[in-house]
């Protein structure tokens, strides 16, 4: 089972990218998918969850400007992130809870993270 980042870049205070995730191998079923994002010296946090029945939710500090969605079918689950500010400036890493083909658990899986840059 692999995680595959990609959508991070440099863009300007208040501006918008796609963070886009997938997962791929042999996947039995996925639970929970989840971005976290790790800023220079700081610990890593959770940034927005997405159950498998659609419920979603948002750390309170990207309420209003973050959105997460996935697609079960594609096995992807998305960032949309907008009226960026300096202080998001991170790697942004997502997370998925995966069911392997002949294992009996749900296992966390990371992706490689992608590198999200706000500066003017």
């Known amino acids: 089972v692999q995680l595959q980042a990609s959508g991070g870049g440099l863009v300007q205070p208040g501006g918008s990218l796609r963070l886009s995730c997938a997962a791929s191998g042999s996947i039995l079923s996925i639970a929970s998918m989840a971005w976290y994002r790790q800023a220079p010296g700081k610990q890593r946090e959770l940034v927005a969850t997405?159950?498998?029945?659609?419920?979603?939710n948002c750390a309170d500090s990207v309420k209003g400007r973050f959105t997460i969605s996935r697609d079960n079918a594609k096995k992807m689950v998305y960032l949309q992130v907008s009226s960026l500010k300096p202080e998001d400036t991170a790697v942004y890493y997502c997370n998925a809870d995966v069911t392997a083909l002949g294992s009996g658990r749900y296992v966390p899986y990371w992706g490689q993270g992608t590198q999200v840059t706000v500066s003017s």
């Open positions: 997405a159950s498998s029945g659609g419920n979603t």
